[in-house]
């Protein structure tokens, strides 16, 4: 064997190289705290550490969504109770009081509830409309001056037509029975014929007349088995009672109405204002019944995940202990590795021999 300072210098180097090497991949795994090559470690188990990882971001990820539908669903309730208020407070100022004294609060406070009840049902979250149903990219009611007039005056050509075909031709609103106008309020004043015509209020308030929601709704998956609706419909029946109680106070010029016919109408709308109430006392029950099944969801996805996670753990963490041990032994080689080195750079062949 051929002995050369040359070669004294290139195994002392491949030495030093494969310590350093060694010294930095352990490094590595004591501070990321997982074998820096998974697949060379685990061998046939890597696919079980890769599905086990994979499985776990899933439940990562439904919780993220599960986060965002709960937002949806606190915003939809927000709104509710909004709702639910402003009809509560007019009906209850509706019962006990002279409404000949108080028209002009009443009249105002149903404009200004109509408003809100519109307002709230425009509400949005996460760029989507909430009570749009499955059309959440438009807002359910049309805001814009244009409409809302369009709207106002075919409420009110719909009366008129009714104050024509209920005062036998005199047209004098006064005129009007209470009987006549409890009927048109309620399933319609029938006009006699021939042609018979139907004169009713509430057909101002058909979904395509006041809403460009769709019916429909939102499926929201929560887990893998389960799914709820994360949306609502501002055609729903609740909203269009309420929207009628409001806009047969404020579009129906009840001042010129006689004291028998007026009652009929704060009677019909205290009822809706009443019904429609109630109704969103369901919705919003709905509402927090979806989100105890996002908490319960949200709770197994965690328990499944921390599974997962500790599988994970298992296959791919390292022991911290043993890996801080090697750290120390391998660099304390490199060390004297590092100092035989120098001694040996400074010997040549001739003291060798």
Do not use: C
């Amino acid at each position: 064997m051929s002995i050369s300072t040359l070669s004294f210098n290139t195994s002392t180097r491949v030495s030093l190289q494969r310590l350093q090497s060694q010294v930095n991949e352990a490094t590595q795994e004591l501070n990321s705290g997982r074998h820096l090559d998974i697949g060379k470690t685990l061998g046939r188990l890597t696919g079980s550490a890769v599905s086990a990882r994979a499985q776990e971001n899933s439940f990562k990820e439904q919780q993220i969504s599960n986060g965002l539908v709960e937002t949806r669903l606190q915003n939809i309730d927000a709104s509710l109770a909004t709702i639910s208020e402003g009809a509560e407070s007019l009906g209850n100022n509706l019962i006990g009081v002279s409404v000949a004294t108080n028209l002009d609060t009443l009249v105002n406070q149903a404009k200004s509830g109509l408003q809100t009840l519109t307002g709230a049902l425009n509400a949005t979250g996460s760029g989507q409309y909430l009570f749009g149903g499955d059309n959440s990219d438009i807002a359910p009611v049309t805001t814009t001056a244009t409409a809302v007039t369009a709207r106002d005056t075919a409420i009110r050509t719909n009366f008129a037509d009714f104050v024509l075909a209920a005062t036998n031709g005199t047209n004098v609103v006064a005129d009007i029975s209470a009987d006549a106008m409890t009927q048109y309020l309620g399933a319609g004043y029938v006009e006699a014929g021939p042609p018979s015509v139907t004169h009713k209020f509430s057909d101002n308030f058909q979904a395509t007349n006041w809403t460009q929601a769709s019916s429909g709704t939102i499926a929201s998956r929560i887990s893998k088995t389960e799914t709820i609706t994360s949306s609502l419909s501002a055609n729903n029946s609740a909203f269009s009672d309420i929207a009628q109680a409001y806009s047969m106070l404020a579009s129906l010029d009840i001042g010129t109405l006689n004291t028998d016919a007026r009652k009929a109408v704060t009677d019909k709308a205290t009822s809706l204002l009443k019904g429609g109430g109630d109704q969103i006392t369901t919705l919003r029950a709905d509402v927090g019944m979806k989100l105890k099944r996002i908490d319960g969801a949200n709770a197994e996805l965690q328990r499944q995940q921390d599974i997962m996670a500790a599988t994970v753990s298992s296959l791919e963490e390292v022991d911290i202990t043993e890996v801080s041990l090697r750290v120390n032994a391998l660099s304390t080689q490199l060390q004297a590795a590092y100092s035989v080195t120098g001694k040996i750079q400074g010997l040549s062949i001739l003291d060798y021999i």
